[in-house]
């Protein structure tokens, strides 16, 4: 019979991931959560499981499966010095943690935890204008749609997220693709600085000139080199933009029209000033072909096709107002839900066969309770991927010399018991869309980290091996002893040398062989 010591030790132990050592003593949460509440100022709050401001971080998670998961206590940090504190704390007990600024990531641990605590950062919701200088100061706790409604009144935006309630934190640290992306790059490529709080509790500022190898790192941060407590963005005149989203029954002429549109978008290098996306969706079994549209002059633009729509909506408006009143309702604010991404160059006979093949994958599964799914193409033109030239991707991603597409699979359901299978059914509709695409000659290995699950590899497939080393010794020198890879649970990990698996550290109890203890 197993002693209690042990048994103890294996129900508590957490599965590290990217290859790292598992031999490291953590504290209960219990234990760290009385640390906290013993060595921090009491303008710091740290708040038990039940109490208002616990349950108000936990509902703001977008993912259900996110939400299953329950740390000891979450802790509210103001300033860049209390997340110093609360890091210092951290390391000196041995305590794993988890960070959320909007918690819109799609999988389970990604920034949460079971045990222990979250670092919650919405009180870090600073918005600072400065219209002379054309720039930005942001909190990562804030929610875009904060960001838009500041900036609205001065006739001003910046590279933000198409989704209001997404934060500023989650979205700029995995790149971050914007309506002016096709000029502009990722929203990330639009941070000319960030205030950073690093593994040993030091602040330090982080841009071009200062700090340079953490400046090109952040760029595509997982969780690996320190907490953005500040970034420092540029702006544009922006006084309306245009933007409708509409819905068509699948038709060839539908099909065709939209398609054929979204291919000539996808090639157009000389276009600065149009949005385009489309996606194939089926909605409790009635499919349709979606397209999101925006003109940033503010300009409408005519029906993609004669085929009369479904549903539409449109608006002239403050980018706020055109994202929370049209483009905001294509996502539903929380969901059960699994994600699956990869990349490919623009190719409509393959886009015509993903469509056909998630049919036969999701139609025996109509009867599920609440199942949507969906296909999203999102173009990365070659103007785009120009400007992602100061971030680790860049290379990576000008490896196919041409046009390229991200394409997300989005499947939602209502019951807890149908994970599995749909979970299954994304897997298999997206390996077998990588082994086709792979087998036509478009597939790119380019995985972008804001569209991926758990199980998707990140840095092995979005940076180069040249690069790959680069941002192995930026995180040995900003994180020496290791701190965040033993301690700071989800996101995506820097996989060590040598190692090839999943890049995740979701803080979840492994459960395999429990019962026969």
């Not at 951290?90 to 605590?117: L, Q, R, T, Y």
Request: with cysteine; charged share 20%; glycine share 8%.
């Amino acid at each position: 019979m197993l002693s209690r010591s042990l048994l103890f030790l294996l129900a508590s132990s957490v599965r590290l991931g990217a290859g790292q050592d598992s031999g490291y003593q953590q504290a209960s949460g219990e234990a760290c959560c009385d640390a906290l509440r013993n060595e921090l100022p009491s303008s710091v709050g740290v708040f038990a499981r039940g109490t208002s401001e616990y349950n108000a971080r936990h509902q703001t998670y977008y993912s259900l499966q996110q939400q299953e998961l329950f740390p000891t206590c979450t802790v509210k940090p103001n300033t860049a010095s209390d997340v110093s504190q609360i890091l210092r704390v951290a390391e000196a007990h041995k305590c794993p943690f988890a960070v959320a600024s909007g918690g819109h990531m799609s999988w389970k641990g990604s920034s949460n935890i079971d045990g222990n605590f979250v670092i919650d950062l919405r009180a870090l919701d600073q918005i600072d204008i400065s219209p002379q200088d054309q720039t930005v100061k942001l909190g990562p706790g804030l929610p875009w749609i904060n960001v838009y409604a500041a900036l609205a009144p001065f006739n001003i935006s910046t590279t933000g997220a198409r989704n209001n309630f997404v934060g500023v934190g989650g979205f700029l640290t995995g790149g971050g693709i914007t309506f002016e992306s096709i000029t502009k790059g990722f929203g990330a490529d639009n941070v000319f600085q960030y205030e950073v709080v690093l593994a040993n509790g030091s602040i330090v500022s982080v841009n071009k000139d200062t700090n340079a190898d953490l400046f090109w790192a952040l760029k595509l941060a997982g969780t690996n080199f320190g907490i953005v407590t500040q970034y420092e963005m540029t702006t544009f005149p922006s006084p309306v933009i245009w933007g409708a989203v509409s819905a068509y029954p699948i038709t060839d002429q539908s099909t065709s029209d939209l398609l054929r549109a979204f291919e000539a978008y996808g090639h157009d290098d000389t276009n600065t000033n149009t949005f385009q996306s489309v996606s194939f969706a089926s909605v409790g079994g009635v499919d349709m072909l979606s397209v999101v549209q925006c003109t940033l002059d503010g300009v409408p633009q005519g029906p993609l096709t004669s085929v009369e729509p479904i549903s539409h909506s449109e608006l002239v408006g403050s980018t706020h107002d055109v994202i929370n009143q049209v483009i905001q309702g294509a996502l539903a604010p929380t969901a059960r839900t699994h994600w699956y991404t990869f990349t490919t160059r623009i190719n409509t006979p393959f886009f015509k066969d993903m469509r056909a093949k998630a049919d036969e994958i999701f139609t025996p599964l109509n009867d599920r309770d609440g199942l949507t799914w969906a296909i999203g193409f999102q173009a990365l033109q070659k103007s785009f991927i120009a400007r992602t030239a100061g971030s680790p991707v860049f290379n990576a991603l000008t490896q196919a010399n041409d046009d390229l597409v991200f394409i997300l699979l989005l499947v939602t359901w209502d019951d807890p018991a149908d994970e599995l299978v749909m979970r299954n059914a994304t897997n298999a509709l997206g390996a077998w869309g990588e082994a086709e695409a792979e087998r036509r000659g478009v597939l790119s290995q380019f995985v972008y980290l804001n569209y991926a699950n758990e199980e998707q590899r990140i840095y092995e497939r979005a940076v180069t091996k040249e690069d790959l080393d680069r941002l192995r010794t930026v995180q040995k020198t900003y994180d020496p002893s290791g701190t965040f890879v033993k301690l700071w649970k989800g996101g995506y990990k820097i996989p060590a040398a040598g190692y090839h698996g999943a890049e995740t550290d979701t803080g979840v109890v492994e459960e395999q062989g429990h019962d026969e203890l």
